[in-house]
């Protein structure tokens, strides 16, 4: 019976540490870009960034991802200063590295190479009280392929509304 008891809560403990809360996501990738692939990654930061992170407190607005000598690095992401922190804060925009696997990041970087592939960081969330970053692998759309979509979401929402209305 007690191990029964330990067992059930070992089961909450799972669902809890696997929880994901995002912090921040960036909606404009999906309207800007077709992602072709997404990876997970984890990224650098400094303490008061992290207490930050926490607070909520930052913008993927702009920001997208570059490969240097092997090491893929986030650039344009604003993560804002944490109020309490002193001298330990951080440059709000500095580039910072992700933490990926050396074999991803030469997957990453030969598909880089071909014409009109970028990486985008698109959310932000905890994992495990870890800070990681989902990154998609893009290309950019043009724009008849944006009224394309803005086209078939009015169809869709309009049919959703006349089986809604047929529906009563």
Known sequence: MIKAA????GEDMAENKN???TIVSNRQ???DYFVEESYEAGIELAGTEVKSLRAGRANLKDSWCD?????IFIKGMHIS????GNIFNKDPVRPR???MHKREI??????LKQQGYTLIPISLYFKNSRVKVQVGLCKGKKLYDKRDDMAKRAAKRDMERAMKEHGR
């Open 29 to 31: 990738v999906r309207h």
């Open 106 to 111: 030469l997957k990453l970087f030969g598909l």
């Open 97 to 99: 590295r992700l933490l």
């Open 67 to 71: 490969i240097k000598d092997g090491e």
């Open 19 to 21: 929880s994901l809360k």
């Open 6 to 9: 330990a067992d059930e809560g």
């Open 81 to 84: 200063p944490y109020e309490q």
